[in-house]
């Protein structure tokens, strides 16, 4: 980890995380930034390999910048931390492209494990995010229906049984078992599950704007 | 032409004719008899009458008796058309009788005359008694009243009685209908009261029952005109008050004796009424059946001219002829628009159609009798003396204007209906407007507040959050930060009882295992958590959920923070009516405050107090080496 973007508005806390962030990567360069605005122009400048968004700052959403990092920057990882732990809030920002997110009260271990694993391609998946993902594929516009130029997302079986046992409860390594798949295979689904969700979403956004275009004419 | 039993009959088609013909006479036959039955209810019951049906005739240029012609004798009645066609004036009639048998000779005598046309005089020996009206034009009409004269006793007597009757008639080819041409029926000599009763029933049917009907329909008429004026679209209503007023009027000439216009301005105006009348049937039966056609109006209208011209070319001595013809005419007019009408009638199933059939049945049958009787196909004159249409035309209108007004009733009741169901439906319509404004303003409300809790849930997040979090982040001390920690869990979680929708018990139970075996599998406990396996559809208020949540995740920190365990059982059960949690732990358990209460710094109080919150309950056993088993139950 070269580059790692640190977006959080409250000084306390970047501080807090900066350390954090140190401990975990040690050899890593630390760009903060407090607002939107000022991480836009970080991400127009400089190449990140892992970003920390918060949500809530003064001058806007962390989810534009979320958005921003995946359209200019698809290799950097971007992790939403926050204080907000429900989906409402984490929904959109892992639709943007988000990869995980971390919960800012919790312990600083657990937080540098959580890091840590995401860095290794094992992201977070709880309950209720599981179960927005499921509405979300089977509330998307069906194939039949969409313009050729724009692209249908669909889950594989497997990647829908681990979301509908991630939905019932079951957690990533009981899942595994369940499965009898190797750690690194269920985190792998889940990877592909984030990146189908992001892709999917921004599908639907388009075909969404075409439809506004098409009442306008 | 009399007897349609004597023609030979040659082939088929003569035979229908012949049937035809049999069928009238038959007709004719009954209206016969009928005739008899009202003119004579009592004919001959008494032999104190005496019957003259043999006198002398001679016309008569003045009111002296005899003419330039010699009495001749003729047989009563004389009809002027069969006796002496063509004349037009005063005729003589004399006969000798004698006092009748059986009666008193102080018994007041009557001359009873059942039928003359148009009027007459009479002389008992010489001596003018009576005199029905004027005798030079405009004479009076008194072909439809019978006569009744009384006699005089002192001029009476014993035997060797002449009596004079000089009569004004007119002859049939100057009239319109047979009805009102010349002639005399046969005279009754008798007790006045028993010949009064006589003339008092003939004089009913003949007049009295004709004027009754006639103002029944008259009536009838100008009710329906105003109905039709009043429906609009409902044509046929104007057409048959118009029709009913019209033939009300007509029979005027029934029992109109002394007309100011002479015989024949009388019987040409007649003669013209059929036009309108027959158009106005026409036009009723044809807007009755919801046709319209622009050319039969037309040609009824030119018809209403057509007629009084052709009468007029042909002059008054051809009057009989030429309106026979146009009766003739009108009257298969009429039967085409009554065939129509029924035709359509039975094509769109009305159901009055039987009843209309009925009626134009019975209209035809009556038409064809008539024009029998006005071409004389019987030879029977006391047919003339039956009121035919003038009953028999008011009592049909009488039953088609039943009907109508039955059709008028029907169609007001379903006005009423629909007005009924169209303010039922304003009704539900504003009932619903309301309903959905109240939903509205519910909705409104419900977004306000939702609103505000969101500002209020943004609010604590950004500032309240904000420190608590630098607080666990800076806190030198592990208890700080964890305190710091924990008040930050209460937090979202009363955010979320406050902005939160109600959750599905499934989901809710997904979220408690997710969290519940990920905290205990990094406090290296083994879980094991069993629910229902069947998904349920039954929903947990927000409040409840977070309560739940608290109740849990206290429970669990108690079993990782001091139990000891390397267990850890969670059960779930959900019925209809509540939910269950049971969590088991095989650590060293709880110790036991002195009051025998478990120890508070567990939590237990509080975990208590959230389920009373809920309206449940929460139990916990504890005993040093057994563990601690918590029951949470909730009602649903």
Redesign the interface.
Known sequence: MNNILLLEDLPEIRTWLKVLINQVFPQSQIYEAARVHDALELVSAVKFNLALCDLGLPDGSGVDVVAALREHQPECQSVVVTIHDDDDHLFPALQAGAFGYLLKEQARELIAEQLKRMSQGEPPLSPSIARRVISHFAAQTRPQERPQNIPHVSLTDRENEVLLRVAKGFTLPEIGVQLNLSRHTIADYVKQIYRKLNVSSRAEAALEAQRLGLFRR | MSNPLGIPQHGAKRITRGAARQAVCVLMALAASLAALLTSPVAHAGAAIVTITSVRAAQAANDQFLGEQAPVLVTLPDDWSGSRPRFDGLVRYRAAFDRPPGTEPNELLALYVERVCSNLEVFLNGQRIYSGGRMTEPVTRNCHYPQLVTLPSGLLQEQGNTLDLLVRGHALNRVATRQQAGGLSELRIGPQALLAEQQAVRRFWSVSAVQIVAIAIGVLGVVMIVLGWMSRQAAYFSYFGWLSLAWALMSLRVWWHDMPWDNGVIEFLFCTAFAPIVALAVQFLLSYADLRSRWIENALALQWVLLPVTLLLGGPARLFGIANAWYVVLAIETFATMVLYLWVSWRHRRRDFWWMLGILGGACVLVIVEIAVQYDVSGQPQLLQLPLLPLGVPLLLLGIAARLLQVFARALQAAEASRNTLEARVREATAEIEHNFAQLSEMRVEQVTEKERKRIA?DL??DL??K???I???SESERISTLA?EA??EM?LSV?GLTGKPMRL??A??????ET??RL??ANIEAD?R?PTEETEQLLPARSFVQTTRILREAVSNIIKHSGASHCKVRCAISDRQFGLTVQDNGKGIPMELDGKLDRGHGMASMKHRAKQMQGQCLMESGPGYGTVIRLTLPL
Do not use: I, K, S, Y
């Open positions: 943004a997040h950004d959050g904000a608590l979090l630098t666990v982040h800076t920690r930050l869990e979202r979320r499934a989901d139970l997904a979220d408690w295992r997710a075996v990920l599998g990094q958590w629910g």
